[in-house]
């Protein structure tokens, strides 16, 4: 039975809401009723063919699983570019509209050898397990309530992987259940939320049809953690289960770019009670009731909070790509909740054609100590004994908060003979602070899959070491039931309107910066302040898009050198105003990476003046930039004490560069 993760009076609010859902959606009578969603990390070549549609549609996705209903409104688009493609969706989204249907199914068996350790995205699923199997259907009972029934089943684990009741309609729909989530434009890993772990039971609000001009989406969600033994509470520990509540806003200020903010809040458990004013407290002021400090402590904590700020860029050329960055952290930094604490910075490329027959993924991320471990909870933002974020938390020594860095490439490639093959390749490596002797792991996994009669069948082997320097290997052979599907992804050119094309520009910047680095210790004086000038040659890489009224917008990734160490900056704002044929103003936002002794990490923004095409392709630009508070952890036994516990680096200057557009 499924038990809500509410106390009595939660539980008394529920019919209520569900009252008040039922009369919306019979007064929206032109409003559509709820959709079924569509399996996340479970069928792997269906996921990329819905990804595809999704960019050439022009519609940058923040969150999954995808809504069915929301992905056959973007066929309508992305039919005018691949009609076989839109074809093969749109076959498979039809048992998604009968009033029932096993919509998915699947079995894999494998034989391993080596290490055991969690597989990336599968759900708490080892190397050792010799075999798994999954399945989902549907009960569309009327336009406004649905029943999706499913599991995912291996040795000694059977989970309810997207069970879940749906009422409501396209704006507000609700799922009480096993409704899973990612939170993150990322492909292959989500600092806040994932499938890492098992699903949790709780209740979803959310739409999948955009609302206002600025197609803002929603999903707010509350679940129960599995069981956790010590909890800290009072100078000793108490047992329960930790509740986990989240929200996740999303808009599209211009058509093909989405910004995103996401929250999620881990409280309660045991003897660790707390009201729905505590809740709203540590939400909305979590500096002041949620981040220890002289005036809190533990047990007035209310819980472990984490945070991000996503961006995606559809980039709309002859070969349409996506480019996503996400900063996320872990609590606040120096009692100011808008400062994430505890950073980490990721990034990621995708390219649905980079060659005839071929699709290329590229994702990095880097982040540092403290994720995924907490002083009340001592494995931080785990459930069933694994992280529910990055699956490289999972590899690491048991609660060792350890920074650390990941790097994923995934190559697709439809050969002359048919059939689907992938290579993949992760390599993750935890910092040396650490008392473990880590090493770099290596995860290589090679795939080929082939469609029959609308069942996509494979083999895949996997070999690599990982971060203790064990070796391990994994060859399997799975099939999958994909209603609909004859063939698997035949690429055609994507015939992307002249104009549209036209209105993209991508350039490199070459140029020189000058840059102050300003380092503040905080130790009551012990280690004298540094303030250090230096030049050094400026590279940047970068994208943007015409828009209307003068205006472009793109993002950019640039580099430089401050004090003999590499400062890396985003912008995950670059915006750009014409003024007239020759000249330009520019105003840009994002987040930086100081390669200090650790990784330092802060946002940075700044503006500048263009003098555009003074050669052929070739515009001349001057910036001024600065940073905040860019900080890191004091982790080295060479570090000094700081009274807040962390390092700050302020870095301002300018860089004089040439861009050169090669469009």
Not at 34 to 43: F, H, K, Q, R, T
Not at 567 to 596: E, H, M, P, Q, T
Request: glycine share 10%; charged share 20%.
């Amino acid at each position: 039975m499924l038990k809500l993760p509410f106390k009595s009076a939660t539980a008394r609010v529920l019919p209520a809401v569900l009252m008040i859902m039922t009369a919306l959606a019979s007064e929206a009578t032109l409003a559509r009723g709820v959709s079924p969603y569509l399996p996340l990390e479970l069928s792997p070549a269906v996921e990329q063919d819905i990804e595809r549609v999704m960019v050439l549609a022009g519609r940058p996705v923040m969150r999954r699983p995808f809504a069915a209903a929301a992905v056959l409104d973007a066929l309508s688009e992305a039919c005018k570019l691949d009609e076989f493609l839109c074809r093969r969706v749109r076959n498979y989204l039809h048992g998604y509209m009968s009033r029932y249907a096993i919509t998915h199914a699947s079995a894999e068996v494998a034989a391993a050898d080596g290490s055991e350790r969690a597989l990336p995205n599968r759900r708490g699923m080892g190397t050792e397990d010799a075999w798994a199997t999954s399945v989902q259907g549907l009960l569309q009972v009327n336009d406004h309530v649905l029943l999706q029934l499913g599991g995912l089943a291996y040795p000694h684990e059977a989970l309810p992987v997207g069970s879940s009741l749906s009422v409501g309609y396209e704006y507000a729909q609700l799922d009480i259940g096993y409704r899973e989530r990612w939170w993150s434009p990322m492909a292959d890993s989500g600092m806040l939320v994932s499938t890492q772990s098992h699903p949790m039971p709780g209740l979803t609000l959310s739409n999948y049809t955009p609302l206002t001009k600025l197609k803002l989406q929603y999903e707010v969600f509350l679940a129960r953690m599995s069981r956790v033994e010590d909890i800290a509470y009072q100078d000793r520990t108490t047992s329960g289960y930790p509740r986990l509540a989240g929200v996740h806003v999303s808009i599209e200020p211009l058509p093909g770019w989405s910004l995103s903010a996401s929250r999620i809040l881990q409280f309660g458990g045991g003897e660790r009670g707390r009201s729905f004013g505590d809740f709203l407290d540590a939400f909305f002021r979590p500096s002041r009731y949620d981040n220890i400090s002289d005036e809190l402590s533990s047990d007035e904590q209310f819980g472990n909070q984490a945070a991000a700020f996503a961006t995606k860029f559809l980039v709309p050329t002859r070969r349409p790509f996506s480019i996503y960055f996400e900063y996320a952290g872990e609590d606040g930094a120096r009692k100011e909740g808008w400062r994430l604490g505890n950073a980490a910075l990721s990034a990621g490329i995708y390219l649905p054609q980079l060659l005839h027959g071929l699709d290329l993924r590229y994702e990095v991320s880097d982040w540092q100590n403290a994720w995924y471990v907490h002083s009340v909870y001592p494995d931080g933002l785990s459930s069933e004994g694994h992280v529910i974020g990055h699956w490289g938390g999972d590899h690491r020594a048991s609660r060792d908060g350890v920074g650390a860095q990941s790097h994923s490439i995934w190559l697709g490639w439809q050969p002359p003979v048919g059939g689907l093959l992938e290579l993949r390749y992760r390599t993750l490596a935890n910092e040396r602070y650490s008392g473990f002797d880590y090493e770099r792991e290596h995860d290589v996994s090679v795939r080929y899959s082939r469609v029959r009669n609308q069942f996509i069948y494979g083999l895949e082997v996997n070999a690599g070491r990982d971060v203790f320097g064990e070796d391990f290997s994994r060859i399997g052979a799975f099939v999958y039931f994909a209603p609909g599907q004859r063939e698997l992804a035949r690429v055609v050119p994507y015939p992307v309107p002249a104009t549209a094309a036209t209105r993209v520009e991508l350039f490199v910047d070459v140029g020189m910066g000058a840059l102050r680095l300003e380092y503040d210790p905080f130790d009551k004086g012990v280690t004298p302040r540094r303030e250090v000038s230096s030049t050094s040659p400026h590279l940047g890489l970068g994208v943007r898009r015409r828009g209307a009224h003068r205006s472009d917008l793109g993002v950019r990734l640039e580099l430089d050198e401050v004090d003999g160490r590499t400062l890396i900056g985003v912008r995950a704002v670059d915006y750009r105003l014409r003024l007239g044929n020759r000249f330009a103003l520019s105003a840009f936002a994002g987040a930086v990476r100081y390669d200090a002794q650790t990784a330092a990490y802060g946002y940075y923004g700044g503006v500048g003046v263009q003098w555009r095409e003074l050669l052929p392709g070739v515009t001349l630009s001057l910036d001024l930039k600065g940073t905040d508070k860019v900080l890191r952890d004091a982790l080295l036994p060479d570090d000094p004490q700081s009274a807040w516990g962390d390092l700050l680096y302020k870095i301002y200057g300018a860089n004089l560069y040439l861009s050169y557009r090669f469009r």
